[in-house]
């Protein structure tokens, strides 16, 4: 609860005033320079609504009082509020405590000197401000460099890994050569077989006439029979060297067969190397019209990877985490319904309530894993699908749009994506 305190803040300011000297009147206020003085009006006007009866106070103040936060218009309402109502300005004053903002209690309060103090405060907050972004600024730019660092040394890396790909290509290349060249050997073996198997089956042949003549000849000279069964067994003694020579060329043929498949295993392929991806293309017609252009693309039959609280933060930030991500998930899936687009939606944390309950949706919503930033699950998805499918990737965070163009993707900005998904 607010207690007062404005007579120990009037001291403190009023020394302040004294070591700064005696400022002019100042152009107006700006809202935004005094907000922790317009916040706390919001506040107590929360506070005495729970009063019975309810203190008097602007009543268009009302409708603030479920904002989250206040927006420069918002402010802007409060301050011209206070400073039509000085009864009300004073009673807002009275109830701040020890802990009140100092802006808050020179405004409200409006101690001797309370301009020159607040101007003196106000300057004093700006400079911090200036201060504290310069900071910030310095190591955006450090973590910038040590990006760039390994970068470089990816790079390095990955050529030194290119270099020793391309000579154990070498070395392959010059294995598959020798192969083929067995491979030739052997095919001219084989051949030179054949050759030698059909004169094989000549002399058979031959030999089969001989006997058909020998067994004519024995029939019409039955009678001479010990020169008959000497005959037939010449040609019995011819036909057991022509069975002998068969054989040997037979297994000859499969022993060349069996090099030949050999050589077949041992020659390896070397794989080709991964396609890269291609973007979507975008008529020129399109030029210049963001809108039409993410309309285009989210129709084209690509995945559609989406930064979730990137889009709902910028877009929706007034709502709740909770509201935000059931309000993208209905229109994603609206969106589906109109053009069977192929979405994911990836949101940051696998910790909130129902982020593991399984719902039928028509869209993929996933989440990372504690620790994992949601970019790099969407960098892993990037990865893991197929070159030859087109992806378009919908965030505004330079980082994930510097890699997702890096490997072929195409990037929409949360603005012309919410405009898509709200026409």
Known sequence: ??????????????????????????????????RPALEAVVDYVRDIRRRRPVPPYPTRLRVLLERRRLHHNDLRVVQREVERNDAFRAAVADALDDSADPIAVLW????????????????????????????????????????????????????????????????ATEHVAELAAQLDQARDEISRLRTELRHSEDRRAAAAKKEQDVRAELDAERSSRRGAEQLRNDVLASQAADEVDRAELESAIRKVHEAAESLRELVVVPPAADARRTPVAVP????????????????????????????????????????????????????????????????????????????????????????????????????????????????????????????????????????????
């Open 1 to 34: 609860m607010f207690v007062s305190s404005t007579r120990h803040a009037s001291g403190t300011i009023g020394t302040m005033a004294a070591q700064e000297g005696e400022l002019e009147r100042s152009a107006p206020i700006d809202a935004a320079d005094i």
């Open 284 to 423: 020129g017609r399109l030029t210049g019209r963001p809108v039409d252009q993410a309309a285009h693309l989210l129709r084209a039959g690509a995945s559609v990877l989406i930064d979730g609280y990137n889009v709902t933060l910028t877009h929706r930030g007034t709502l709740t985490l909770p509201e935000q991500r059931d309000w993208l998930v209905q229109r994603c899936e609206q969106l589906r319904t109109r053009w069977a687009t192929d979405m994911t939606i990836v949101f940051d944390g696998d910790d909130v309530d129902g982020a593991h309950q399984r719902q039928r949706r028509l869209i993929a919503v996933m989440w990372s894993p504690a620790g994992v930033d949601a970019d790099d699950v969407i960098r892993d998805e990037i990865a893991r699908l197929p070159s030859t499918r087109p992806i378009v990737v919908v965030t505004d965070d330079r980082a994930i749009r510097d890699d997702a163009r890096a490997a072929g993707c195409n990037l929409v900005d949360t603005a012309a994506f919410v405009a898509v998904l709200e026409s």
């Open 108 to 171: 409200l309060g409006r101690p001797h000197g309370w301009e020159a103090s607040l101007a003196a405060e106000i300057a004093s907050r700006r400079n911090d401000a200036v201060e504290e972004g310069a900071a910030a600024e310095k190591r955006r730019r450090e973590a910038a460099e040590r990006r760039a660092d390994r970068a470089e040394h990816e790079r390095d890396a990955a050529i030194a890994q290119a270099a020793d790909a391309d000579t154990a290509r070498d070395a």
